[in-house]
């Protein structure tokens, strides 16, 4: 087994997810708790798979803290580097399901837990050569957590580390959409592997998606566009490698983006790449092959990190499914 560790930072929150489905967030009459937070959720999936992952993030001194550092635990996710406040409460997000699995978010973190996270805050002693920083921009919507953010980035590039940013587009969360699209370009620099969805490539850029593409690779040299039911792509200013990913009904989309990476960031660490464009590409096909398999089991059913699944059930899935 890799030697290097996923180090996850940003927000861990509370997913309140609705008891019905297909009806907006007014009609909602019950919801229940679920432990959520992209960076969080991609540590889960990544521990579930048999790599080692850690968080980086900081809860509130209250129940809904003490509940998703032991779901964290729970996963296999080393929660050391979880600090704990009693200046603000732990995030929360109330989550409405269409349909189709969609779904609308109405938000609690202003202020939150994780958004006073201080960069003094960061052990150097976490961050080691072989390791994966990973970080999404829902946790650049504030300070202190921004100038904590720069900290752990300067960190893993000094130890070398590949440094992973899933953009994760949350607009509620930004008064100024304008703000949120300066912020995540400010962050490019130094990043390894980013992470986006159609939309949000088309959003980030502003321009078609192969113009998107190839504007975004003059930042950053591997990036992962993810299509929902309609595959994911792997693009470096090489080449493109595609996977269509498998036909599965959603119950509930949480996590399906945040299961794809935290797959992806695993591969990395379990044939301990250290140069993304120089893999091969049947490597990066087997890669997304299992990013897929693994999304499909946590759309099949409500909520997050509770879904993830484990290798076994992973490989169970791919041997039934066949290849797509």
């Not at 509370?14 to 009609?27: C, K, N, Q, S, W």
């Not at 009693?86 to 978010?105: H, M, N, Y």
Request: with cysteine; hydrophobic share 45%; glycine share 10%.
């Amino acid at each position: 087994m890799a030697s290097g560790k996923l180090i996850a930072l940003g927000e861990a929150l509370i997913d309140f997810m609705p008891r019905e489905t297909g009806v907006f967030l007014a009609d909602v009459t019950a919801f229940e708790k679920a432990p959520g937070g992209a960076p969080a959720n991609v540590a889960a999936c990544a521990a579930m798979l048999g790599a080692k992952a850690m968080v980086i993030t900081q809860l509130g001194n209250d129940g809904f803290g003490d509940y998703l550092e032991q779901s964290m635990s729970a996963a296999g996710v080393d929660v050391s580097a979880v600090l704990r406040t009693d200046a603000a409460p732990t995030s929360l997000a109330f989550v409405s399901l269409k349909a189709d699995g969609e779904r609308e978010f109405l938000f609690y973190r202003s202020p939150a837990a994780d958004l006073l996270l201080e960069p003094d805050s960061i052990d150097d002693a976490w961050f080691s050569t072989g390791d994966v920083l990973h970080f999404c921009s829902v946790a650049l919507a504030g300070e202190p957590m921004r100038r904590t953010h720069r900290r752990a980035i300067e960190l893993a590039l000094s130890r070398g580390m590949i440094i992973s940013f899933d953009v994760n587009l949350r607009f509620p969360l930004w008064p100024d959409v304008r703000a949120l699209r300066d912020y995540v370009m400010e962050f490019l620099p130094g990043v390894h592997l980013l992470k986006a969805g159609g939309d949000e490539l088309e959003f980030l850029t502003g321009a078609s998606h192969d113009e998107g593409v190839a504007l975004m690779l003059e930042h950053v040299p591997a990036l992962l566009v993810t299509y929902g039911k309609n595959g994911a792509a792997l693009y470096t200013r090489e080449r493109r490698v595609f996977h269509a990913g498998y036909d599965t009904p959603a119950v509930d989309t949480t996590g399906a983006g945040d299961s794809f990476v935290g797959s992806f960031i695993a591969s990395l660490l379990e044939i301990g790449a250290t140069d993304i464009p120089a893999l091969g590409d049947k490597q990066i096909y087997a890669m997304l092959e299992r990013s897929h398999a693994v999304a499909s089991l946590v759309v099949a059913q409500k909520g997050a990190m509770n879904a993830m699944p484990n290798l076994g059930q992973v490989e169970d899935f791919m041997r039934l499914r066949g290849n797509s």
